[in-house]
């Protein structure tokens, strides 16, 4: 079954610290992944994409990697700052004609001062 | 840049009544998606479109239907509104074809509460 697992659900942490979000998938096959970022009230946005060849990738303070392997991903955030609180969310797409994507429930951060 | 833009931000309605949601989008993007957001159980898709009159059944398409008349503009109807319909509902779009990279570009949501 195509399934993409995201933890911790929900994680706090104090401003200035990093913290690592997980993403497990067995979507097969695979085309590629993405995280988006989801500010309250607001519609997610893409922060980055990680194709079946690359490992890692950085978006500012934001550093994605991913396992083809394991079929891990995961999305660390550096020196936190209070407007990285929203939800995570992973999201993997198969490779097929409809390209269907196969989204994680989320993970909430919560950044404190 | 793309903008993906929802009639309404927020909505109540009552039980039986008849609820449209607007999508516009301005980039010319084939693919859009009406998707519904729920604590816990993340986003669901409802229905999709890869063209202009093409619809195709997500996952949760039962008491929901769609219109695509026009490429720019996917709407969402409710013919009955009941209350476990109570929920965001975020529209999104995506280039097709040859160029789909799988982005979603997403509006910013229409939470519809039914009475």
């Known amino acids: 079954k195509n399934q993409v697992e995201q933890s911790p659900q929900s994680l706090i942490i104090l401003e200035r610290k990093n913290c690592t979000l997980q993403?497990?998938?067995?979507?097969?096959?695979?085309?590629?992944l993405r995280w988006y970022k989801q500010d309250t009230g607001r519609g997610p946005v893409s922060l980055t994409i990680m194709t079946f060849s690359e490992n890692t990738k950085s978006n500012g303070r934001y550093t994605a990697t991913l396992d083809a392997d394991t079929k891990q991903s995961s999305l660390h955030i550096t020196a936190s700052q209070l407007s990285d609180s929203a939800s995570y969310i992973c999201v993997v797409i198969r490779s097929s004609n409809t390209g269907k994507l196969i989204f994680g429930q989320g993970t909430t951060l919560q950044v404190k001062p | 840049d793309v903008k993906v833009t929802q009639s309404s931000r927020y909505l109540v309605k009552r039980t039986g009544e008849k609820v449209f949601l607007e999508c516009v989008q301005d980039m010319d993007h084939e693919n859009m998606f009406w998707y519904r957001q729920d604590p816990g159980l993340g986003l669901r898709l409802i229905y999709f479109s890869y063209d202009v009159k093409m619809k195709e059944k997500g996952d949760i398409p039962e008491g929901y239907s769609v219109s695509r008349e026009k490429k720019e503009r996917f709407s969402l109807i409710l013919e009955s509104a009941s209350t476990n319909q109570t929920s965001m509902y975020l529209c999104?779009?995506?280039?097709?074809?040859?160029?789909?990279?799988?982005?979603?570009?997403f509006g910013e949501g229409s939470r519809l509460t039914v009475l």
């Open positions: 993403c497990n998938y067995t979507v097969s096959p695979f085309s590629n």
């Open positions: 999104a779009t995506r280039r097709g074809g040859h160029q789909n990279t799988g982005e979603l570009f």
